[in-house]
């Protein structure tokens, strides 16, 4: 009896873990966020917003930290254009992933990115970003949030 309780325990264990939703994401998935956070970094880098809106679907969402949201990747691009224009471009960028789960064709990604601009002006925007799997197997950012500081 003690091993059937046993047996049964394991069982359900191991079937809790299969069925928990958020898992690690694919490597094809991280492959992709690396690459789309490099983007950043470049295009932050040399004032190129085409490169970075490129990673967005079509029909993503962006929204900054005041709750303010942009629909569509052109538009997406104008915005961050027009944002970056009076901070030029970055002399340094970074961003650090925290961490990131997956939940069917979604990758949720949290982290932090951050640029460094002339005359000591400086971006740091914590981030909740869903990225989202393309039928051609791609992924891309389907939302992105800026996390407010407080």
Not at 7 to 33: C, E, K, N
Not at 96 to 117: I, L, M, P, R
Request: hydrophobic letters at 40%.
């Amino acid at each position: 009896m003690k091993t059937l309780r046993s047996f049964i325990t394991a069982g359900g264990l191991v079937s809790a873990a299969i069925l928990m939703p958020g898992q690690t994401p694919i490597a094809s998935a991280r492959v992709a966020i690396d690459a789309g956070n490099q983007a950043w970094i470049d295009g932050i880098k040399a004032g190129d917003m085409k490169a970075i809106a490129a990673t967005y679907t079509e029909d993503a969402v962006d929204c900054g930290r005041t709750g303010e949201c942009v629909r569509g990747r052109f538009q997406i691009e104008r915005h961050m254009t027009t944002q970056l224009e009076s901070l030029g471009r970055a002399r340094s960028a970074a961003v650090k992933t925290w961490g990131s789960t997956e939940q069917g064709s979604f990758v949720y990604e949290w982290g932090e990115a951050e640029a460094t601009f002339g005359g000591g002006k400086r971006l740091v925007e914590r981030y909740l970003t869903a990225w989202q799997e393309q039928p051609d197997g791609t992924w891309k950012i389907f939302r992105n949030m800026v996390l407010p500081d407080k």
